[in-house]
């Protein structure tokens, strides 16, 4: 794992309809909820998107992968892969994943408000992702 990475990470849950971004930092190990990004009929708002990356300029991706607790994939986990490799493509910057399991209900458990917790969501996976590799 090349912990040589630096500065901002930007992290997605992904999901048909919602995905949740949070930001975070390489330095701090630490991640914030950002936004939640629209998504109809599994196609992301790229518009949005690409104001996040220009507005935080991240020097890396996250994105987590659904998985069953046992390990085994979700019918989520290959759209979320793609969705990564899409990310990459579009921006440049390294995509590294992360099992996501239980991200959402730990996310409510945080969360006072019940709203959509997709940004929470993202927020957890990020600082999981940051706390394993820094």
């Known amino acids: 794992m090349p912990n040589t990475l630096s500065g901002v990470v930007i992290g997605f849950d992904f999901g048909l309809r919602r ?10 190990q630490t991640a914030s909820p950002e936004a939640i990004v629209n998504s109809q009929d599994g196609k992301p708002d790229w518009e949005h998107i690409s104001q996040l990356f220009e507005t935080w300029k991240p020097v890396a991706i996250v994105v987590g992968l659904p998985m ?31 099992e996501e399991q239980l991200s959402s209900i730990e ?21 999981n992702w940051l706390q394993a590799h820094f």
């Open 19 to 28: 995905i949740g971004v949070a930001i975070g930092q390489t330095v701090t």
């Open 68 to 98: 069953h607790l046992d390990g085994s994939e979700q019918a989520l986990t290959q759209p979320a892969r793609k969705f990564g490799q899409r990310l990459s493509g579009r921006y440049q910057r390294p995509v590294f994943y992360i």
């Open 107 to 127: 996310a409510e458990t945080r969360k006072l408000k019940q709203q959509h917790i997709d940004d929470h969501a993202a927020q957890i996976i990020l600082e």
